[in-house]
């Protein structure tokens, strides 16, 4: 490959990189236009790479093309969040319980020392720290299940919910609600019963898709920081 092709993929694929972190962490927020000439500056990079890149996050449903008006950051309502919960209930369902035919003893002291971390996170009242730990421990679930194609569908859902997701993790008493629940799914990974952590994923998702309604009644839509 030509170096200037090579270059130019790369320098597309970090505009992708930075936009897509930009939404994630709410710095972008929901229905604000993306000016290309803006995104060209900010992101050091030429008009036709940012617009590459629109596409690629357009086609992951982080942002929309808007008819005469160009991109904006996508909006996910209540009921869509709905929708990518139940999807990845299934899916992260399947993860868990391949997982749990997979993991090794190493992997298993990994997961437990992740639980460990979340139960002193809510003593402390870490919340933020919580959060992380909970993205940590359905990534390396992810990565332990060998499932390639669900852990890039997974990822792409969690990005297109990351908004409703966050609203989730800092209501008042969520994490004493779904403690037991990571480490339910812990527990039936390390005991390789494929059969228990499906469950138990399925039951957090659950506890999830039931919660969604009530975090988006009381908690107003801002800035995820």
Known sequence: MAAGVRDGRERGGSVVAGIREAILSGEFVPNQRLVEAD?????????????????ELANEGL??????????VRAVSLEEAIEISEVRMVIEGLCAAKAAERVT???EAELREIGESMRTAVRSGDVLGYSRLNERLHARIRALSGQRTAADFLERLRAQNVRHQFKLAMHPGRPQVSLPQHLAIIDAICAHDPKAAEQAARDHLRSVIDALPEVNRTRPHGRVH
Not at 39 to 55: D, G, I, P
Not at 63 to 72: K, L, S, W, Y
């Open 39 to 55: 995104l060209s500056e900010q992101f050091a990079a030429s008009r036709a790479s940012v617009r590459a890149a629109l596409l």
């Open 105 to 107: 003893a190493e992997e």
């Open 63 to 72: 942002i929309e093309r808007v008819q005469n008006r160009g991109a904006r």
